[in-house]
């Protein structure tokens, strides 16, 4: 995400820092450039005006001209203005005091809605709240089905709105069973449209009216641009709604959307949706999200999905592996198992302070598919090759390439890259091997 808009930016603030002194006309014509990058992000044009506008006045100040760093100085404004942009700080779920606690999921056809509600509901699950689930969509076919299917691979409940038509009543009978059967939380996927229509404004209405949500959310769809920003704003003007859930922003690299809404209709960004898996939503934090936009990483989030996915204990084993130099590639395999759960490579290696700024990242990260050939050359091992790389001499490598339907040179390039691990972990085990207690990879 923000893929485009982070590459022009960064050689703007590079100019910028590389000046010993700045006056206004540097800031003017950097302004100019942040200005198109922001355009080309697809951000409202309005938006674009007032923040360049703001930081215009900021960066004019004594504060940066007499700086001893006034690049960074400029940098840091933006940064500043950038979270302020999006919000400030992040904005929690409301549940109320009302049990089950609804919320409903609005939105477009096509935005995403019944995956977004399956992911919503097992991150409130990993709150330690029961949440179970509802579908209200009796228009699209299978959507029901869809949804039910997703849930039982979180553990939540569903409802069976089988033999009932009238979405307004499916929600209402849903909450009461929701009661009944002790969940705290009901999230209620209703139907979608093409477009905005007064029949599905009714309705949504009448749901609204008969179970009084605790949160309405809109699912919006970023890749649709400052589309996605007007449609929000019509839903709030029509229904009102508390936040917004910005879905496919993985597949979105100008993110202009994200950047508008705020200032646009008013309402925060709650979560965004960072890719297919039920585990891809994450909360959204405004000055995480500037800190990515600007090419500083975002640790804070890196970790949480470090600890999400590594358990505590075999962390410790693999610590006592690495002290004394008995990483296998059983190990190997695992440990890239861990970090799969944690989301693309791609992603977990922007957050990581410096690293978008390495022209060969792309180059240097193995996509998904050569993450399979890695486990499947492995599996293709026996169970002593796997404990002692040493023994795989020519004749076995090239029976592993066989059984896993690979080359030779694709089991050479792994036993190389594993070996280097080694190497790599070996030299960490002064101090640096605690962090992986700590959920941090080495990577």
Partial sequence: MFENLTEKLDGIFRKLKGRGSLDEENIRSALKEIRMALLE?????????????????RAVGQEVLDSITPGQQVVKIVHDRLVELMGGVSSQLKFGSRIPAPIMLTGLQGCGKTT???????????????VTLVSADVYRPAAMEQ?????LQIGAGIFDAAGLQDPAAICVKAVEEARRNGYEVIVVDTAGRLAVDARMMDELKRIKSLINPSEILFVADAMTGQDAVNVAGR??????????????????????????????????????????KIEALEVFHPERMASRILGMGDVLTLVEKARAAVDEREARVLERKIR????????????????????????????IPGMKKIKALKEMTPDEGELVRIAAIIDSMTVKERQNHL?????RRKRIARGS?????DVNRLLKNYAEMRKMMKRMTKGGVKSIRRGNFPF
């Avoid at 977004?116 to 029961?130: C, D, F, M």
């Avoid at 004394?324 to 989301?343: P, S, Y």
């Fill in 324 to 351: 004394k130099n008995e990483f296998t590639l059983e190990d190997f395999q695992d440990h890239l198992a861990q970090i799969r759960k944690m989301g693309p490579l791609q992603d977990i290696l922007g957050m």
């Fill in 116 to 130: 977004t509600a399956v992911k919503l509901a097992r991150l409130i699950a990993s709150q330690g709240k029961r």
């Fill in 391 to 395: 023994l795989i001499d020519g004749s």
């Fill in 405 to 409: 339907g690979t080359q030779i040179q």
């Fill in 147 to 151: 949804l039910k299917m997703l849930g």
């Fill in 41 to 57: 992000a697809d951000v409202n044009f309005r938006v674009v005006r007032d923040f360049i506008e703001d930081i215009r006045t």
């Fill in 235 to 276: 839903f709030n003007e029509l229904l009102g709604i508390d936040g917004v859930i910005m879905t496919k922003m993985d597949g979105d690299a100008r993110g202009g959307a994200a950047l508008s809404l705020r200032a646009v209709i008013g309402k925060p960004i709650k979560f965004i949706g960072v890719g297919e």
